[in-house]
Nanobody, 121 residues
Framework: QVQLVESGGGLVQPGGSLRLSCAAS????????MGWYRQAPGKQRELVAT???????NYVDSVKGRFTASRDNAQNTVYLQMTSLKPEDTAVYFC???????????????WGQGTQVTVSS
């Protein structure tokens, strides 16, 4: 049974920083990609950042230069370092992982429980 556990959200002032973490636990899987979506009230969920198994990253334009995704392969953990935060970054942030499972073989997405990020003075 694979689980994603997130941590690191909270309240921060505009211009501040936060780091989100997401750890994948379980066994018999490989991580193809991990990343973060966010959903603000009244808005659709949007993909914020992705980091693939080879280490490449992609970001939504609105966070480029401010957010950095990184990964600890040994710990099956992905991080999202958020700097120069703006009120429009306020949302629930969801970690996701696209995994290959063994025994039997399959591929599927997993989601974290979500963590609230609020940027406000």
């Amino acid at each position: 049974q694979v689980q994603l556990v997130e941590s690191g959200g909270g309240l921060v002032q505009p211009g501040g920083s936060l780091r989100l973490s997401c750890a994948a636990s379980g066994s018999d899987f490989d991580i193809n990609a991990m990343g973060w979506y966010r959903q603000a009230p009244g808005k659709q969920r949007e993909l914020v950042a992705t980091i693939v198994s080879g280490g490449g990253t992609n970001y939504v334009d609105s966070v480029k230069g401010r957010f950095t995704a990184s990964r600890d392969n040994a710990q099956n953990t992905v991080y999202l370092q958020m700097t120069s935060l703006k009120p429009e970054d306020t949302a629930v942030y969801f970690c996701y992982a696209y995994l290959t499972l063994y025994g039997p073989y399959s591929t599927r997405d997993y989601w974290g429980q979500g963590t609230q990020v609020t940027v406000s003075s």
